[in-house]
């Protein structure tokens, strides 16, 4: 009976260490792939937010525009807190709304109103803002 010696035999396969560099290397891989997620997640969010404010502010923009121009006062836009993305109750938003009478330096009479829309929220402690303005006149 022979014996044949280990070296004589062919190895298959990878050595421990192969496989923990693999390892490693794989894990590094995804952890960083997973920080990219991670990021993406909260920025899509952040622009989701941004899209619901600017929404807030052009839905009051609108408002303004469709007021008779005498009637379009700071009173009658008032300011909100603590609003959703559909303007009701129980949000993250605060809407207000400025309003700015021009008068010509001849005249005595308004000509000209600038509406000023800011929606303002915090996330995660950061303070973010959407400011939209139109001009009307008589």
Same mark, same amino acid.
């Given at each position: 009976?022979?014996?044949?010696?280990?070296?004589?035999?062919? /190895?298959?396969? !990878?050595? $421990?260490?192969?496989?923990?560099?693999?390892? #490693?290397?794989?894990?590094?891989? !995804?952890?960083?792939? $997973?920080? $990219?997620? #991670?990021?993406?997640?909260?920025?899509?969010?952040?622009?989701? /937010?941004?899209?619901?404010?600017?929404?807030?502010? +052009?839905?009051?923009?609108?408002?303004?525009?469709? =007021? *008779?121009? *005498?009637?379009?006062?700071?009173?009658? !836009?008032?300011?909100?807190?603590?609003?959703?993305?559909?303007?009701?109750?129980?949000?993250?938003?605060?809407?207000?709304?400025?309003?700015?009478?021009?008068?010509?330096?001849?005249?005595? +009479? #308004?000509?000209?109103? /600038? *509406?000023?829309?800011? #929606? =303002?929220?915090?996330?995660?402690? =950061?303070?973010?803002?959407?400011?939209?303005?139109?001009?009307?006149?008589?």
């Amino acid at each position: 009976m022979r014996f044949a010696s280990l070296s004589t035999y062919k /190895q298959n396969g !990878f050595t $421990l260490v192969e496989v923990l560099v693999a390892t #490693v290397v794989l894990t590094m891989a !995804f952890l960083g792939t $997973l920080g $990219l997620l #991670v990021s993406n997640i909260n920025n899509n969010r952040l622009a989701s /937010q941004m899209t619901e404010a600017t929404t807030l502010a +052009q839905d009051r923009i609108e408002r303004i525009k469709n =007021t *008779a121009f *005498a009637n379009v006062t700071a009173a009658s !836009f008032p300011a909100e807190a603590n609003i959703d993305e559909n303007g009701a109750g129980g949000g993250i938003y605060s809407r207000t709304t400025t309003i700015t009478n021009h008068v010509p330096p001849t005249g005595s +009479q #308004v000509r000209w109103k /600038q *509406a000023t829309v800011t #929606v =303002t929220w915090t996330r995660d402690g =950061t303070n973010h803002n959407v400011t939209l303005r139109t001009t009307l006149s008589e």
